[in-house]
């Protein structure tokens, strides 16, 4: 059995999603920033929640799902990295946007701080928090079958799956990138999927199971 662990519901997977997400703030005050910036899909949806002139400003977006979610709902894609990473969107900011304003629209827990990577080199990246996720929880009786092939969609995927259930030898994790490789146990059998994409994690884990199947 594949078990994708992302809000999302995907044909051939076993939906066992982890991360709630909730909003922090009640309001969210637009006027003066030439762009915003964008790590996720989610930190998109909350600020069409919070205030709808989002939109207005044009945008920097990692990962082609959040750019996908800034145009689908009436957003301007101004940049997008190559490289699918907080860090290298820094490192352009850096190089093209440093006379620019920008709010960056984060979750609670980011896995690279990008204002602090900045303010090394003396720019000043603007923060607001304004959603933080929280793990769902499940019973043993949703434990995934041994030998299942478990995609995880983030670093927090893995740290709410491990704190549901005990990790089986048996298991194969498709992990969606190297940031999230690293919050795997240690002994955990993994394969990466070729660009991080939810769709590329699931080409993935079918290729394994079609491997296995053959054995």
Request: charged residues 20%; negative net charge.
């Amino acid at each position: 059995m594949i078990y994708l662990l992302s809000p999302l519901q995907k044909e051939g997977c076993v939906h066992l999603p982890m991360i709630d997400f909730s909003l922090i703030e009640e309001e969210l005050v637009l006027d003066t920033y030439d762009l915003l910036m964008f790590t996720s899909k989610q930190a998109v949806k909350s600020a069409e929640l919070l205030n709808k002139n989002w939109k207005n400003i044009p945008c920097l977006a990692i990962g082609a799902s959040t750019a996908d979610e800034i145009v689908s709902l009436g957003g301007t894609v101004m940049y997008q990295p190559e490289s699918f990473y907080g860090k290298s969107l820094s490192e352009d900011i850096l190089e093209n946007f440093s006379d620019k304003k920008i709010l960056y629209l984060r979750p609670k827990v980011v896995s690279f701080d990008s204002k602090n990577f900045l303010a090394q080199a003396g720019i000043l990246l603007l923060e607001k928090v304004i959603y933080e996720t929280s793990c769902i929880k499940y019973t043993k009786e949703n434990t995934p079958e041994k030998n299942a092939i478990i995609i995880f969609t983030s670093p927090s995927t893995i740290h709410c799956f491990l704190g549901n259930f005990e990790w089986d030898e048996s298991y194969t994790a498709v992990v969606i990138g190297e940031a999230t490789k690293e919050h795997l146990p240690v002994a955990a059998q993994y394969e990466v999927a070729d660009i991080p994409q939810i769709d590329a994690c699931i080409i993935k884990a079918k290729q394994i199971l079609l491997t296995s199947n053959s054995k």
